[in-house]
């Protein structure tokens, strides 16, 4: 037709085009300011979590990316559900077949032992037990030079408070704290847990 306007949107809706626009700026403003604010906090629980120190002197910084590391296996008792999961230079040791034929984890892997409380899911048609409250993470790291006298592993625990939402290092926990029952699986270079198939 002469003269229409060649945006049906405009025809139909004067300034349909603009309000709508104007709606979904508010809106993607508010959503990222609160993802933002999701962001910021979580940094700064980061933040707070990598400035500790176990009392044998290794860093919770040293882990720093854990969250998003490869599974090795899963362990469960009475107490506690647990996810053993291992750095990329130990999971590529791993799929090497290390452990085994006298071959030892390379320097600078790292494995942690993250414990949850279990509780049994409410949701599942069957009986489970599913993590609840998460309670602690186990850590080991392979340097020789520094932990010379407990096979090249130090070991430090740190545990987390739900109720702060903060993570402590444990003042009972010292470099060796883990040595004493890991020198038992000495000949699989101090490591419990094999790389479970999947």
């Excluded at 969250?67 to 053993?84: G, Q, Y």
């Excluded at 006298?102 to 409410?122: N, R, Y």
């Excluded at 609840?132 to 520094?146: H, N, T, Y």
Aim: glycine letters at 8%; proline letters at 7%; a positive charge.
């Amino acid at each position: 037709m002469p003269g229409a306007s060649s945006s049906p949107t405009r025809r139909n809706f004067p300034g349909a085009t603009v309000r709508h626009f104007g709606a979904f700026a508010i809106t993607a403003a508010t959503a990222l300011a609160i993802l933002g604010g999701a962001v910021l906090h979580a940094q700064g629980h980061d933040k707070d979590k990598y400035s500790l120190t176990s009392p044998g002197g290794i860093g919770f910084s040293d882990f720093r990316g854990y969250e998003d590391w490869s599974v090795v296996s899963s362990a469960r008792t009475k107490e506690v559900l647990k996810v053993i999961v291992a750095n990329p230079a130990m999971i590529t040791a791993y799929k090497a077949g290390v452990p085994g034929h006298d071959q030892t984890f390379p320097e600078g892997s790292m494995i942690v032992k993250l414990q949850w409380a279990p509780k049994k899911s409410t949701e599942a048609p069957y009986d489970v037990d599913v993590p609840d409250v998460f309670k602690q993470a186990f850590v080991m790291e392979k340097d020789s030079k520094r932990f010379p006298k407990t096979g090249g592993w130090g070991y430090a625990v740190f545990n987390y408070d739900a109720a702060s939402n903060k993570f402590t290092a444990d003042p009972k926990a010292l470099a060796d704290c883990g040595n004493s029952c890991h020198v038992a699986v000495k000949p699989k270079d101090y490591i419990f847990h094999p790389y479970q198939v999947r």
